[in-house]
C-alpha cells in the first residue's frame, strides 16, 4: 500500500555493459568533489539495454547505494509513480536536447524531495548514450510554493469571501502546492455541557481518488479534546506527523483510510494570539497523502502561516460581522436602526407584491418623554428607551421586526399572519408604556401614541407606510394621546390632499430609485456648433427618463426631486460614464476632436474623490481629460462654494474641462468670475431669446464675449432658435452655439447618422 512507485520492472539487470557504457564507467568514477561542489551529479544512460550509470552524488541524490550495473527498475525505485512517465521519456532520448524534467523522489530519511534531470547534448564518441546532470531543486521548490502559496492566501486574505469558501479554498490551494490528496478543517465548537467539540466543517480531496466515504465519516464525527489525533494536537497545541495511517490507533473511528489508501499525513493546530494577550485555538488542520510521506522541513513553519492566516480571515470575517451589526443595530436599544428597518419594510414590500400579502406597520410615539429628560436627566430618558425596547421586543409576534427610529419614535412591522390580533397586539403596547419606568427608584411614567399603516392599501413603499403611519398617529396626538388609529383608505386619500407635494415627490422619488437601475433613463446629445469654422465643436449629454410604460417624464420634473435627495449623485456618475462610452464610439467613428459636456451638481463637485473617479472613467474609454467639460451653474456653485472650487482647480490641473452654465443669472457672477476656474461660460437663455428685440439683451451678450475673449474662455450662447439671433451673435463674436435652430437632442445613432462626415 505505501510503495512508491507499483510497477513492473522497465529492464533486467545486465551483466555485462556495453562498450559506450564501459567507458562512462571510467568516468563516474573520477573523483566528485567537483560534483559536490557545484551541487550536481553526473549519469549515462544506454536505451538498447536500459542500462545506467551514475556517479556518486547522483546517486545519493537518487537514494540508490550502488554507483554501477544499474538497471533503471532498481535505479528509480524512490522516485514517485505520476513523476515517472517524463522521465523514462527522458532518459530515453525522446525529448529535445538540453530537456528538463523535475520529478519527486520519496527518501525515507529527507522525506519528499524534488530532483532535476537535465539531458546534456549528444557526444559524438558515445553517439548511442543519452548522458546529463542531477541536481536537487527542493529548496527552489519550495521557495517558489511558498512564494505561490502566500500571494494565493494573501488573495483571499483581502478579498470579501465567506468564512466556509475561503477556507476550502485554501485547504484546495495547499493540497495542490504541497502534493497532498487529502486536507480538512475541524472547528471547535462549544457542546451542550460547555465543552469544546470539534467537528469536520470544510474538506476537500483530489478529484480523481474515492474519499467520499472517508469524507462522510469524517464529518460525521464529533471529537472531544484530547480524541483521536485531531483531539490529541487541538488539546496539545503541537503538530504531529502520521506514518501509518492503517496501524496507527489514533484513527480507530475512522476506518475508511484503509479502503481509500490514505497513508501518510500532518496534522496541525490553527492558533492565534488576540490583541488582550491570549490564545486561542479555533481549530485544526489535517493533510493526508497517499504516499508513504516522511516529515519535511519547510512544513511546521508554513503550517504555522497557514494557522496564522485561518485565523486572522477568520478574526476579519468576525469583525465584518460585528461592524456590519453595529451599522444595522441602534446603540441604545439592540433594536434595528432607522436606516436597517427602512431596509427590512423594503425589503417585505418587495416580497408582499410578489405573493399578493398585507402586513401593518405601527408608528409609536412615546407622550411626556421630553420632562423626563428636562427633570431627570438623559440618562433617566435613556433608561426608559432601553426598557421600552426591551418591551416591544418581548411583545413582537414571530415574523416581526422591531426597530427605533430616533428620539422617543419606534416602529413595528406586524406580519400578515399576526394583523387578524393586531388591536390586541397594539393594546399590549399601549399598556406597556404605561407600566412604570424605574430609574434610580424613581417611578418615571409615560404613554404612547400609535399610528398604524397597512400595505398595500395605504402606500406600497416604505416612505408612504411610514408617512401613513405617522399621520394615523399624529391623529391620537391631536386628540388626547395615549392610544391607536388605524389609517384608512379615507385617511391616506385626505392626508394626500393636504400634502400632496411632498406625496408625489416620494412617490417620484422612489420611481427615479428604480429607474436609475432599471434602464429607464437614457442621453440624447444636443450639437454645440462652431459657427466661424463651419464644426461641430461639441455635444451636451442630456438625461432623460422613460418609464417601462413608455411615458416620459419631463427633466424639469424630476431632476430637481433628483437634486434634493442622494440620487443626483448616483444620476450623475451614470450620465458620465454613459457619455464617455458613446464619445469613444463617435471618436471612432469620424468625430476625431469632439468634446462632450455633461452637467454636475454641486454635490457632485463637493466630492473629494471626483477627479480620481473621472479620471478613472476617461482612461477606461481611451479618452483625454480635455474631452470632457464638466457643467456647473452659478446658483449650484454658491451653495457649496468652499468644497467645490478646490475641486475645481484640482479638476483643471488635470486637463478637464469645466463650464459655467447660466452665465449673468447671478448676484456676482463677475466677483466670482476672475477666481473661478473655468475653461467656457454659457450664455444663459434668457438674455438670447429677445436678442431681436431688446438692445440691452445684445449689450449684454457683446459684453459677455468680450469679456470671454479678453479671459481667454470659450463664449458658448445656448437657446438660439432664429436666424436673427445668430446673426447678432455671429457680429458679437459668439461663435460657439447651442440651440434648435442648429440641432434639437437626438439620440446617438441619429447624430451619427445626421454628421456622416463629423460636421
Known amino acids: 500500500m505505501h510503495q512508491t512507485l507499483g510497477r513492473a520492472p522497465l529492464a533486467t539487470h545486465a551483466a555485462v555493459f556495453s562498450q559506450p557504457l564501459s567507458q562512462a564507467l571510467t568516468q563516474s568514477a573520477a573523483p566528485s568533489a567537483l560534483e559536490e561542489a557545484a551541487e550536481f551529479g553526473r549519469w549515462w544512460f544506454d536505451p538498447e539495454t536500459s542500462q545506467i550509470v551514475l556517479s556518486a552524488q547522483a546517486a545519493r541524490y537518487l537514494n540508490v547505494e550502488s554507483l554501477h550495473h544499474q538497471g533503471l527498475d532498481s535505479c ?38 524534488w530532483l532535476r534531470m537535465t539531458q546534456m547534448p549528444a557526444d559524438a564518441a558515445n553517439p548511442g548514450l543519452v548522458s546529463g546532470i542531477l541536481a536537487d531543486i527542493t529548496a527552489l521548490q519550495h521557495a517558489a510554493m511558498r512564494e505561490r502559496l502566500g500571494f494565493e492566501l494573501t488573495e483571499f486574505l483581502v478579498g470579501s469571501h465567506p468564512l466556509g ?36 466543517k470544510y474538506f476537500w480531496h483530489q478529484p480523481e481518488l474515492d474519499l467520499a466515504s472517508f469524507g462522510h465519516e469524517s464529518s460525521t464525527l464529533s471529537l472531544a479534546p484530547g480524541e483521536s489525533l485531531v483531539g490529541s494536537v487541538w488539546q496539545s497545541g503541537q503538530p504531529d506527523w502520521v506514518e501509518d495511517m492503517v496501524n496507527d490507533l489514533r484513527f480507530s473511528q475512522r476506518t475508511n483510510d484503509r479502503e481509500c489508501k490514505l497513508w501518510s499525513g500532518y496534522v496541525f493546530p490553527v492558533t492565534y494570539v488576540s490583541v488582550d494577550g491570549h490564545t486561542h485555538s479555533p481549530g485544526v488542520l489535517e493533510f493526508y497523502s497517499c504516499l508513504s510521506r516522511q516529515p519535511e522541513a ?121 394583523l387578524p390580533d393586531a388591536a390586541t397586539l397594539l393594546e399590549h403596547i399601549l399598556e406597556s408604556a404605561r407600566a412604570p419606568f424605574v430609574y434610580e427608584g424613581i417611578e418615571l411614567t409615560v404613554s404612547a401614541s400609535v399610528g398604524v399603516s397597512t400595505f398595500p392599501q395605504c402606500g406600497d ?40 407635494s411632498i406625496a408625489q415627490r416620494l412617490a417620484l422619488e422612489t420611481e427615479l430609485h428604480h429607474a436609475l437601475h432599471g434602464n429607464e433613463l437614457f442621453l440624447v446629445y444636443q450639437p454645440i456648433f462652431d459657427i466661424s469654422k463651419q464644426r461641430l465643436e461639441a455635444v451636451e449629454a442630456l438625461v432623460r427618463w422613460r418609464r417601462a410604460d413608455g411615458t416620459l417624464v419631463p427633466p424639469d420634473v424630476f431632476i430637481p426631486i433628483a437634486e434634493q435627495s442622494h440620487l443626483i449623485v448616483q444620476i450623475g456618475k451614470w450620465v458620465a460614464e454613459q457619455a464617455c462610452r458613446d464619445l469613444a464610439i463617435l471618436r471612432a467613428a469620424h468625430f476625431k476632436d469632439l468634446k462632450v459636456h455633461v452637467n454636475m451638481a ?158
Open 76 to 113: 528509480l525505485i524512490h522516485v514517485v509513480s505520476d513523476d515517472m512517465l517524463c522521465l523514462i521519456e527522458q532518459l530515453s532520448g525522446r525529448v529535445a536536447p538540453t530537456a528538463k524534467s523535475d520529478f519527486r523522489v520519496i527518501s525515507p530519511v529527507d522525506g519528499l524531495r
Open 165 to 200: 469558501d475561503a477556507i476550502t479554498n485554501v485547504i484546495q490551494l495547499i493540497c495542490k502546492n504541497l502534493g497532498w490528496d487529502w486536507g480538512a478543517y475541524w472547528a471547535a465548537e462549544p457542546s451542550p455541557d460547555g465543552t469544546a467539540q470539534l467537528r469536520c
Open 298 to 418: 519547510q512544513l511546521p513553519k508554513l503550517s504555522a502561516t497557514i494557522g496564522a492566516f485561518i485565523a486572522q480571515m477568520a478574526q476579519r470575517i468576525e469583525h465584518q460581522a460585528t461592524i456590519l451589526h453595529l451599522a444595522q443595530v441602534d446603540e441604545m436599544t439592540g433594536l434595528a436602526n432607522r436606516s436597517h428597518f427602512h431596509e427590512l419594510v423594503t425589503l417585505e414590500c418587495e416580497i408582499a407584491s410578489k405573493e399578493g400579502s398585507s402586513f401593518g406597520l405601527a408608528f409609536i410615539d412615546l407622550d411626556r418623554f421630553k420632562p423626563i429628560n428636562d427633570a431627570f436627566g438623559h440618562e433617566a430618558g435613556n433608561q426608559v428607551l432601553r426598557e421600552f425596547g426591551r418591551r416591544l421586543r418581548a411583545l413582537a409576534p414571530e415574523g416581526s421586526k422591531v426597530g427605533r427610529l430616533g428620539g422617543d419614535e419606534f416602529a413595528m412591522l406586524i406580519p400578515a399572519a399576526a
Open 602 to 759: 454641486a454635490s457632485e463637485f463637493a466630492s473629494k474623490n471626483l477627479a480620481d473617479e473621472l479620471c478613472t472613467l476617461v482612461g477606461a474609454f481611451g479618452l483625454e481629460a480635455n474631452s470632457l467639460s464638466l457643467e456647473l451653474t452659478e446658483g449650484m456653485l454658491m451653495k457649496r462654494p468652499d468644497q467645490v472650487i478646490p475641486v475645481m482647480h484640482t479638476l483643471r490641473h488635470l486637463g478637464f474641462g469645466i463650464s459655467l452654465d447660466d452665465f449673468g443669472m447671478g448676484h456676482s457672477s463677475l466677483a466670482l468670475l476672475k477666481n473661478l476656474p473655468i475653461s467656457s461660460l454659457k450664455i444663459d437663455r434668457s438674455f438670447v431669446r429677445d436678442l431681436a428685440q431688446q438692445r440691452n439683451d445684445r449689450a449684454i451678450v457683446k459684453t459677455i464675449a468680450d469679456l470671454g475673449a479678453q479671459m481667454g474662455l470659450e463664449v458658448i450662447a445656448e437657446g438660439v432658435e432664429t436666424e436673427p439671433q445668430l446673426d447678432i451673435l455671429r457680429q458679437a463674436g459668439c461663435s460657439l452655439i447651442q440651440g434648435y435652430l442648429l440641432g434639437r437632442p437626438m439620440a446617438l445613432a441619429e447624430l451619427l447618422a445626421k454628421h456622416p462626415a463629423g460636421v
Open 461 to 500: 413603499t416604505c416612505p408612504a407606510l411610514l408617512q401613513s403611519a405617522d399621520a394615523a398617529m399624529y391623529r391620537i396626538k391631536n386628540n388626547g394621546r395615549n392610544g391607536c388609529h388605524f389609517s384608512s383608505v379615507s385617511n391616506t386619500h385626505a392626508l394626500a390632499e393636504q400634502q400632496s
